[in-house]
């Protein structure tokens, strides 16, 4: 297993990283490694051993349906990096052509 | 009482001299933040100072035990929070210049149970990146220094919660711990530290690292201090749906009791010997001679999947991280680069999370993208998934044999600054003893037992007990450090370096 300098761009792609050409190199022989170092996990786990994906079993919690109060769209907007007319402004989300 | 005086005091006796109204609880905040004011620069143990806030919340408490009112036994009581929590109107940044700047509109469980109870909250520690490190080297605000050697890891993530104790700038702190980011620090710094149950504390406002993992839970120089802080912190909240909806266990009773006459206490055999420093492992011995001596039964376990919980965990962490990283875009909050009206969103997107993110954030977040993704996610995920059942099985059929087990919190002292930084998984190796209890979702304890005689820097052990049975980790706690107490005349801590 490996994986090349190609993989990492399109990783960082998905995961939305603008990285550049120097990072690149760089992750792709460190995720390398760690990977190689991770895929023992295989070793071990049989086809009949049921996966875990939460430490303490719960099925369904839910609450009641009850209003209660919330942030105010003032408050939720506080951190907002742009805010316009009471709404999160955001680049444009469509190519434009 | 001097302010050098009452900066040593513990938790419990700050709680006895407010009560008894011998010192307010201005002069107890001011004295811990002159304290901070005078050794801080050196250890940076702080990212955000609230002094306004906590002169506040001091002065509120000394109205309402002038106005006749019961208060709580913690009502004054300074404490240093994770910057990992959001508290209402203060900065909150858990280490990364993508929240630089951010002030919570709201405040999290943790933090509305402390104003509850009167505790006065001196401000945000730092810690690594998103709680991802073990040396607090990957912090975006520089690093914290280990108060016992400036030039060392005070641990990580949350190792200026740690550092703070150890520097005598805050008797208690709250941590988190997803794979040992409580106790670890509270290993290297000769402080106790300790990863309640999952589940046990509320995750509400906590910001997500892995979900299935993160647990917050109290820092203390002593058993009993961490016994108050988390009687306070733990119980049902209907806003975490993991939240365990069941009593806390009577943690505070366990630590005034310490008695281990009669215990079994399993000694993991996975967690010692190769890869541990020498002194960590001689003093780990001594400790658990005397607590034979006291009447504990010790016998060896064996948790052969333990081996293999490094690997499952350092897929299982980046997957959920790499999933509870996506929040942060530039959209709603924090940082937002690039928007010069002609990029996209995707663009700004992009950018953003490339300016904000620091190198180890961006690795775990591939990693986890990688782990993840289509081709991949049996062999990789679904395999560390499984693993972590058999994790789950090797603890339950431990407890079947044992009360508590225990091994060496970490398997060395506080490295050098800069030592481990560009070496993944050398520096991954550090949790190797305290993740298998966050795959299980158990409860674990550290607590200091000497100083190893290579280089006279802190040794912790740890406790670890099944989960929702938090309370016999303060039990066998409070004896050990009491026996411990007996034969040096004081805490550990006491012989910390007055900086």
Same mark, same amino acid.
């Given at each position: 297993m490996s994986i090349s300098r190609d993989e990492v761009a399109k990783l960082a792609h998905l995961?939305?990283?603008?990285?550049?050409?120097d990072e690149l190199d760089h992750y792709a022989e =460190?995720?390398?490694?760690?990977?190689?170092?991770?895929?023992? $996990?295989? !070793? $071990?786990a049989a086809a009949d051993v049921p996966a875990t994906s939460h430490p303490i079993p719960m099925t369904n919690v839910l609450?009641?349906? $009850? &209003?209660?109060?919330?942030?105010?769209? =003032? !408050?939720?907007?506080?951190?907002? &990096?742009?805010? =316009? !007319?009471?709404?999160?402004?955001? &680049?444009?989300?469509?190519?434009? !052509? | 009482m001097s302010n050098e005086h009452l900066t040593r005091l513990s938790a419990a006796e700050l709680s006895q001299v407010l009560s008894s109204r011998e010192v307010s609880a201005v002069e107890v905040t001011r004295a811990h933040l002159d304290r901070i004011a005078s050794v801080d620069p050196s250890v940076h143990a702080f990212l955000h100072i609230d002094d306004e806030g906590a002169l506040a919340s001091a002065n509120a408490v000394d109205a309402k035990r002038a106005a006749g009112e019961a208060l709580g036994p913690l009502a004054g009581v300074p404490l240093a929070l994770k910057d990992v929590m959001a508290m209402r109107g203060v900065p909150t940044t858990c280490g990364s210049k993508v929240l630089e700047g951010w002030r919570p509109p709201y405040d999290a469980t943790v933090v509305s149970r402390l104003r509850a109870a009167d505790v006065v909250i001196l401000g945000k520690t730092n810690? *690594?990146?998103f709680a991802m490190g073990s040396s607090t080297e990957h912090s975006a605000y520089g690093p914290t220094r280990n108060p016992w050697d400036l030039d060392r890891i005070p641990g990580g993530s949350g190792g200026g919660s740690a550092a703070a104790l150890a520097a005598f700038e805050a008797p208690l702190a709250i941590g988190t711990d997803t794979g040992g980011s409580i106790r670890q620090p509270a290993a290297v710094t000769g402080t106790v530290g300790v990863k309640p149950t999952y589940g046990a504390v509320s995750r509400y406002g906590l910001v997500a690292l892995a979900s299935s993992l993160d647990q917050a839970g109290p820092c203390a120089r002593s058993v009993e201090d961490a016994a108050m802080l988390h009687a306070v912190i733990a119980g049902y909240d209907p806003l975490d749906s993991t939240s365990i909806n069941e009593p806390v266990p009577s943690v505070l009773e366990a630590a005034r009791r310490g008695d281990v006459r009669g215990l079994k206490i399993g000694l993991?055999? @996975?967690? %010692?010997?190769?890869?541990?420093?020498?002194?960590?492992?001689?003093?780990?011995? @001594?400790?658990?001679?005397?607590?034979t001596g006291l009447g504990a039964e010790v016998v060896e376990v064996s948790c052969p999947h333990f081996d293999y919980a490094l690997a499952a965990y350092y897929l299982i962490l980046p997957s959920e991280a790499s999933s509870n990283l996506a929040r942060f875009d530039g959209m709603r909050f924090g940082l937002r680069e690039g928007d010069d009206g002609d990029n996209g969103v995707e663009q700004v997107m992009s950018l953003t999370r490339e300016a904000g993110f620091g190198a180890e954030v961006k690795r775990r977040i591939m990693i986890g993208t990688y782990a993840l993704s289509s081709g991949y996610y049996d062999a990789y995920y679904g395999q560390a998934q499984k693993v972590r059942t058999l994790i789950q099985r090797d603890f339950a059929a431990a407890f079947e044999k044992v009360d508590l087990l225990a091994s060496p919190t970490a398997p060395t002292t506080a490295f050098r600054i800069g030592d481990k930084v560009d070496d993944p998984l050398a520096m991954y190796l550090n949790d190797v003893a305290t993740i298998p209890v966050n795959l299980a979702g158990n409860c674990a304890m550290s607590l200091p037992i000497g100083l190893a #005689?290579? *280089? %006279?820097? #802190?040794?912790?052990?740890?406790?670890? /007990?099944? /989960?929702?049975?938090d309370d016999r980790l303060y039990n066998a706690g409070a004896a050990l450090e009491a026996a411990l107490k007996d034969r040096w005349g004081h805490l550990l801590i006491e012989e910390a370096p007055a900086l």
């Open positions: 995961a939305r990283l603008d990285l550049q050409a =460190q995720l390398d490694v760690i990977l190689a170092s991770v895929a023992r $996990v295989a !070793e $071990v609450r009641p349906d $009850v &209003p209660r109060t919330s942030l105010t769209s =003032q !408050e939720a907007l506080s951190g907002a &990096p742009s805010a =316009q !007319e009471g709404r999160f402004r955001v &680049p444009r989300i469509l190519d434009t !052509e | 810690m *690594d990146e993991v055999k @996975e967690l %010692s010997g190769e890869g541990y420093q020498a002194g960590v492992t001689q003093r780990f011995n @001594e400790a658990v001679e005397i607590l #005689p290579e *280089d %006279s820097l #802190p040794v912790g052990l740890q406790f670890m /007990a099944p /989960a929702k049975a």
